[in-house]
């Protein structure tokens, strides 16, 4: 199944030279990730070493190697977050998912990152969920948030 989907990717690329960077960013949205088998076939298909094409994934901080999870957690850790207890914030994520920053849940559903700057100083500290933006986060909140994002998803099912 996941071969076929990898193939139908390819084939949009079949006869175009280059593509690459294009090439990895279908696969990861098809898979939420870049799986070994995917960055062989994709070496395999443009005729390139594998190791170049190992590089380039690795090189993109928006590529990823690993299964990641349903939903990313990103607390922000640039200055102005980081003097108003950032690093707390952070702290308290790892602790309540029981994972460190650049893990992923066992469950699968949460990564988590921290990021720089995403420009909303004023109300630091942020955390994201998602595509979701939390100001002025304190440790309680972080608590609140998740359940909140676990409810949600709870709902869902
Ligand atoms: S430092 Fe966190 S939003 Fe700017």
Do not use: W
């Given at each position: 199944?996941?071969?076929?989907?990898?193939k139908?990717?390819?084939?949009?690329f079949?006869?175009?030279?280059g593509?690459?960077?294009?090439?990895?960013?279908?696969?990861?949205?098809?898979?939420?990730?870049?799986?070994q088998?995917?960055?062989?076939?994709?070496?395999?298909?443009?005729r390139?070493p594998?190791?170049?094409?190992?590089?380039?994934?690795?090189?993109?901080?928006?590529?990823?190697?690993?299964?990641?999870?349903?939903?990313l957690?990103?607390?922000?850790?640039?200055?102005?977050?980081?003097?108003?207890?950032?690093?707390?914030?952070?702290?308290?994520?790892?602790?309540?998912?029981?994972?460190?920053?650049?893990?992923?849940?066992?469950?699968?559903?949460?990564?988590?990152?921290?990021?720089?700057?995403?420009g909303?100083?004023?109300?630091?500290?942020?955390?994201?969920?998602?595509?979701?933006?939390?100001?002025?986060?304190?440790?309680n909140?972080?608590?609140?948030?998740?359940?909140?994002?676990?409810?949600?998803?709870?709902?869902?099912?």
């Amino acid at each position: 199944m996941a071969e076929e989907r990898l193939k139908k990717i390819l084939s949009v690329f079949e006869g175009k030279k280059g593509g690459l960077i294009s090439i990895l960013q279908r696969v990861q949205e098809e898979f939420g990730y870049l799986p070994q088998e995917a960055l062989a076939e994709t070496a395999e298909f443009l005729r390139l070493p594998l190791s170049q094409v190992f590089s380039v994934a690795t090189f993109y901080a928006h590529f990823y190697l690993t299964r990641q999870g349903d939903h990313l957690v990103r607390v922000c850790q640039g200055t102005a977050c980081h003097v108003r207890g950032a690093r707390d914030i952070l702290e308290t994520v790892e602790h309540r998912l029981g994972i460190r920053t650049g893990q992923t849940t066992e469950d699968y559903k949460y990564s988590l990152e921290r990021v720089a700057c995403v420009g909303s100083c004023a109300l630091a500290p942020i955390m994201l969920v998602d595509d979701t933006i939390h100001v002025q986060v304190t440790s309680n909140k972080v608590r609140q948030i998740l359940a909140d994002d676990q409810d949600a998803q709870k709902d869902k099912i």
